[in-house]
């Protein structure tokens, strides 16, 4: 069992950046897969980015590769989300992540989806035009 606990949401103007933070508490930090995925009103939650146990491999979503970049620090238990050059079509509900099996991976009506055991409350976030 993980708990994940969201922060560093908020309301920022297109072109902004804000840095997205999730603890995590329970089992052993570095035996979980961790992502972010994110969810915009009367949408799906949509995969974001994803990061392996150790951290060495990333992969992003189309929509943010080369904007958001997924990091996690082993010494503090937290995994980040530095988004930058932000868009409206940014602004949702962010939610942080985590499986020790790894995501599974589904596609929904062209929405990529990742699948995690353990999901944080999420943080929302506004981008203003």
């Known amino acids: 069992q993980v708990q994940l606990i969201e922060s560093g949401g908020g309301l920022v103007q297109a072109g902004g950046s804000l840095r997205l933070s999730c603890v995590a508490s329970g089992r052993t930090f570095s035996s979980y897969a961790m992502g972010w995925s994110r969810q915009a009103p009367g949408k799906v939650r949509e995969f974001v980015a994803a990061?392996?146990?150790?951290?060495?491999?990333?992969n992003y979503a189309d929509s943010v590769k080369g904007r958001f970049t997924i990091s996690r620090d082993m010494s503090k238990n937290t995994l980040y989300l530095q988004m930058n050059s932000l868009k409206p079509e940014d602004t949702a509900i962010y939610y942080c992540?985590?499986?020790?099996?790894?995501?599974?991976?589904?596609?929904?009506?062209?929405?990529?989806?990742?699948?995690?055991?353990?999901w944080g409350q999420g943080t929302q976030v506004t981008v203003s035009s």
């Open positions: 990061i392996s146990r150790s951290g060495a491999n990333k």
């Open positions: 992540a985590a499986d020790p099996e790894g995501p599974s991976i589904s596609i929904l009506e062209g929405v990529t989806m990742y699948e995690y055991d353990y």
